[in-house]
């Protein structure tokens, strides 16, 4: 899964760096504890990204259900917390792209002799990284075989093939329709 926040630059255009760090500890803060919760694995923070996994280390018989509701429960925070999160220049509601697909990857430390990170390769990551970059603002975007593979009652809509930088071919995907939150 990755995420990414929409405009964030344009948006932080005029902020300071220590404004910017204390807006992001707090935005990943939650978007952390939303993974956690779903028994996802943080992988890293790219900017103002983040990328998670699921079914590793521990696995997970549901985990491609649990990384879409993830996703979900961070979009409704999102639109929920909209008002607390805010830098810089006006620029509206924080919106924020989501990719997810499911595949196999490598889990495990990787890197160099002087410096290892614990993350997943595979041609899914790169995917699900491409799903993010073509979803609407405030949108989750699944390939097919994440669609296939789930079990939960997730609304979602056929968004028909997509080209995908580097794959040569469209990949069918599918947009998860967010139901409303309950009123408090």
């Known amino acids: 899964m990755f995420s990414d926040i929409v405009g964030f ?17 707090g935005y990943f803060s939650e978007m952390v504890e939303i993974v956690f919760a779903h028994g996802g694995t943080v992988d890293k923070f790219i900017g103002d990204g ?7 280390p521990d696995v997970q018989p549901d985990h491609v259900d649990t990384a879409v509701a993830a996703p979900i429960t961070m979009q409704q925070c999102i639109a929920r917390s909209a ?7 006006d620029d509206g509601p ?16 990787m890197g160099s002799t002087r410096r ?14 491409r799903l993010e970059s073509n979803a609407s603002p405030g949108g989750i975007l699944i390939s ?14 056929a968004r028909g093939g997509i080209p995908i930088k580097g794959l040569g071919e469209n990949v069918h995907v599918f947009e998860v329709v ?5 009123e408090a």
Not at 50 to 56: H, K, P, S, T
Not at 83 to 89: D, F, N
Not at 178 to 182: D, K, L
């Open 144 to 157: 097919s075989r994440c669609r296939e593979l789930l079990k939960s009652d997730v609304e979602t809509r």
């Open 94 to 109: 924080l919106r924020v792209r989501i990719g997810l697909t499911a595949g196999p990857v490598v889990v495990g430390n």
């Open 116 to 129: 290892l990170s614990y993350t997943v390769l595979g041609a899914s990551v790169n995917l699900a990284q």
């Open 50 to 56: 983040l990328m998670a996994f699921f079914g590793a």
């Open 178 to 182: 967010i139901p409303p939150q309950p």
């Open 9 to 25: 630059t344009s948006r932080t255009a005029a902020a300071q760096p220590d404004e910017i760090r204390h807006f992001l500890n």
């Open 83 to 89: 008002g607390l999160w805010v830098i810089g220049e």
